[in-house]
């Protein structure tokens, strides 16, 4: 039997804005979630990833914010990352949504919990 089963941002189920400048992307599998960091580390494009999580109601309700805030923030890639997809790669992650932000390849800062506001600033800070 074939596992059709839908991952990454199209596998919440969510009505989810479009993204508009291709710097959206999903790490559905702890290969691609690997493959993601390697190319944050390695570029100099400052990056944010969401650790979330498709039975979290809170996740669920600022993803969205954050699909439709990578349309205001073209210069920065926005990664979704869901830990029951990537299981190996995000056993540190112990609290959903947290958010890593990355600079020239280094992680820093992270904030934890929703908030359109408080994440809005944090990418403008860090874009």
Not at 52 to 75: D, E, H
Request: proline share 5%.
């Amino acid at each position: 039997m074939e596992n059709n089963a839908k991952k990454g941002l199209d596998g919440t189920g969510l009505e989810l804005p479009v993204n508009r400048h291709a710097n959206l992307k999903s790490a559905s599998s702890d290969q691609s979630h690997l493959q993601i960091l390697h190319d944050i580390k390695s570029s100099n494009t400052p990056a944010v990833i969401n650790y979330g999580a498709s039975w979290c109601r809170v996740c669920s309700q600022i993803l969205p914010a954050f699909c439709r805030l990578s349309n205001n923030f073209p210069k920065l890639s926005f990664v979704y990352a869901d830990i029951d997809e990537c299981p190996e790669t995000t056993q540190h992650i112990r609290y959903t949504p947290t958010f890593h932000f990355y600079r020239d390849g280094e992680r820093v800062d992270e904030m934890f919990g929703a908030g359109e506001e408080r994440l809005h600033d944090r990418l403008w800070l860090h874009s």
